[in-house]
């Protein structure tokens, strides 16, 4: 039976909350040239990223919650329970960024947990089974190339030592990054499956803003493909060697990307999206045909057979390309790739309540994004809280913002989800 | 008249030069990853450039010629004639390189005209115009983005105070790096008009050799467009932001690259040939769309017209880019124009001369690459001597190769060229 019926409905506090985001954002700031915004740089194992791992745990501890760390320095607050040998009902996201990234993306998740937290504290409600907020390192993957590394390894799909043995564009392992910021913990590697996981997000996207509700409750997360793409080529006199006789790996680099976009226009491939975000080459001189390029496919998809299709396609356009150009070598290297990840329609349920509790009006959608959200459904019973993005929800970028109000709403959402999932099942 | 009647055939020894080739490449050596061979990479007013130049103004020092620089850092060895007030004869190139050079593009020109000095010693000859070996700086151009530059100062085409403010990738400018190797010379800004001027260099094509001929004279350099194009687009989250509100930098960038081999590939446009050296996106993650990507665009043609119509066609294409993505911004920024340039018909009928009386058959062809003489060619009779190129004439790579006795054929034809030139109009 359901014990929560004697429960209040819990508001946060709004302020107290805003005011977290805004602080940690102070961390990493830079003024970003294209948006003439203050944006945020906070990459993961950064000297950035350890200060405002430290502000978060300090956060944690003001709150009263026992804070540990994993061997990937994956941070978990914990708050015990009146029946403290219950599996956890945890919440969590991560407080990493990109390079251009804003204020809510990963934070919103983290805060917006301790922040429940408070709250049971301010109303003196003890739940019965703990509470635990995670913030999982390394989300993004834009600094060791593999996102959602801290709640991968932790769900136990990435082992350890592989996770330390990636580097950065530098070079620099991630083993060796971890322990100079000094984030190297004792907790176990695999984590305890909770109770339940939910983790509060902004959506990133225009869905909620399009459809005016402030709360979206989300379904699952779509197929990623993520794949590094490098061209060998040959150098060659720009002025001088015959076109038929050169190599250009600049050349099938923009081939690629432009076929990228079309396969995306097509149609073919369900709501495919395609993203090719980084792309170099070499030796990068006005006069020298390059003999090397690289770039990265960034591949999305909500269905996972058009997403199976759209590769089989991309592999054949890549086989092809040494047809129109003699010589030229095709290397390819699996960045990332997870299938469509169902979320627990129990938790969904539950989240849907709590938003009608408390007044809001929800959509239900698909995520767009990879979080650690899909990692941990593999252990535990997950779902997510999307919260209204402004400007299209663009995000990945400075002008990514959602108001206080409806941080505020996402954060009551995911109180009131935490209180009815840790009171279910304690009889 | 001509007193070249009573002079001898001279021969050069190609030992020597071959030896102060091989030993001028080991200055930024290297090992190249692409080729597996030893490249050189001495780009202009690096350690290495400043190294090289101390080398070759030892070897006209020892050849017993007057060595003076101009404040552009371009190195003059004078050798007196008899009528020593007489405009002299000069001949030269350049030692710069690319960053994946061989051991012949420029250094030839230089070297070639240092050993026929040295042969008209040897064989006790004084010549009655003066004459001079040259060693231009920074003709490549890849480092402060603008190729011919020291000879394009010395001929009146760019002013000092411009060609100082030039900065490379770093942001170092021009005019403090040439100070720093110690190369800020008194000699005049603006080169005396030589009589006429005549340069050595390797074909960096493969004609010559499909013809089967080791020499070349030349009748001209063809038309020459260098344009750097930066696209501005809006950062956004590769999984989350709808197609048609992104405004990906890289894709225009990838569009741009391969309009233009379509432009090549067309034939529209006569004997273009069109290349994308430099390719680079920001912030350049997997995740994110690129807001900003730049590209260098190299267009090449041996007639004015075809090359205008090119480029009428391509800003044509750029203006419209914004069409298909809304909100995206092309910038673009001339980096190099030269038209077609005529060499003196007078000139290449005495190299052809010179070649006939050693017995070397010879092409006549264009130059598909940009020279120090199509910026002499301002100011004096200019031709230049081609020496044939192994590999299809690969350049700017470290396959790049001229046999011995190519190279010997070619400096030896130079060394009778000047013989006739410094001897012509002299009464």
Chains 1, 2 share one sequence.
């Not at 907020?133 to 390394?138: C, G, L, R, V």
């Amino acid at each position: 039976m359901d014990s929560t019926l004697d429960s209040p409905v819990l508001h946060v506090n709004g302020d107290r909350l805003w005011s977290d985001l805004m602080e940690l954002a102070t961390i990493g700031a830079y003024d970003d040239e294209a948006t003439g915004l203050v944006g945020v740089d906070r990459q993961s194992l950064t000297d950035e990223d350890a200060e405002g791992r430290r502000l978060v745990i300090g956060w944690m501890e003001d709150a009263g919650l026992e804070v540990t760390i994993d061997p990937m320095g994956s941070i978990f607050g914990r708050r015990a329970g009146r029946r403290d040998d219950l599996e956890p009902v945890m919440a969590g996201s991560h407080i990493d960024t990109v390079a251009t990234a804003g204020a809510f993306d990963g934070c919103l998740g983290v805060l917006s947990g301790i922040e429940v937290v408070r709250t049971l504290d301010d109303q003196g409600i003890v739940t019965e089974r703990p509470i635990v907020i995670a913030a999982f390192t390394e989300e993004e993957g834009v600094r060791f190339g593999t996102d959602m590394l801290g709640s991968a390894v932790a769900a136990g799909r990435i082992d350890l030592e592989t996770a330390y043995g990636l580097t950065d564009a530098e070079g620099k392992r991630f083993g060796d990054e971890l322990r100079r910021i000094g984030f190297v913990g004792s907790a176990p590697v695999l984590l305890d499956p909770p109770y339940s996981y939910v983790e509060c997000h902004i959506e990133q996207g225009p869905v909620l803003q399009q459809k005016d509700v402030a709360i979206g409750v989300v379904t699952g997360v779509q197929s990623i493909s993520w794949q590094r793409v490098t061209l060998h080529g040959r150098a060659a006199h720009a002025g001088t060697t015959p076109t038929e006789l050169r190599v250009d790996a600049g050349l099938a680099a923009a081939q690629i990307i432009v076929k990228v976009r079309e396969m995306v226009d097509s149609g073919r491939y369900g709501r495919l999206r395609g993203t090719v975000g980084h792309i170099t080459a070499s030796p990068g001189l006005p006069s020298v045909v390059p003999d090397r390029a690289e770039i990265t496919v960034d591949l999305r998809n909500p269905e996972d057979h058009h997403m199976e299709a759209a590769e089989r396609d991309l592999d054949e356009f890549l086989s092809a390309l040494p047809d129109a150009q003699p010589g030229l070598r095709v290397e390819t290297r699996r960045m990332a790739r997870t299938r469509q990840v169902p979320f627990s329609v129990d938790v969904q349920e539950t989240i849907a309540k709590s938003a009608a509790d408390l007044g809001h009006p929800v959509d239900q959608l698909m995520s767009g994004a990879g979080h650690d959200a899909q990692e941990i459904a593999a252990i535990a019973p997950t779902a997510m809280v999307f919260v209204r993005g402004q400007h299209d929800g663009i995000s990945h970028n400075p002008r990514e913002y959602s108001t206080p109000e409806d941080c505020a709403a996402g954060a009551s959402v995911l109180a009131n989800t935490i209180l009815r999932l840790a009171q279910e099942n304690t009889r």
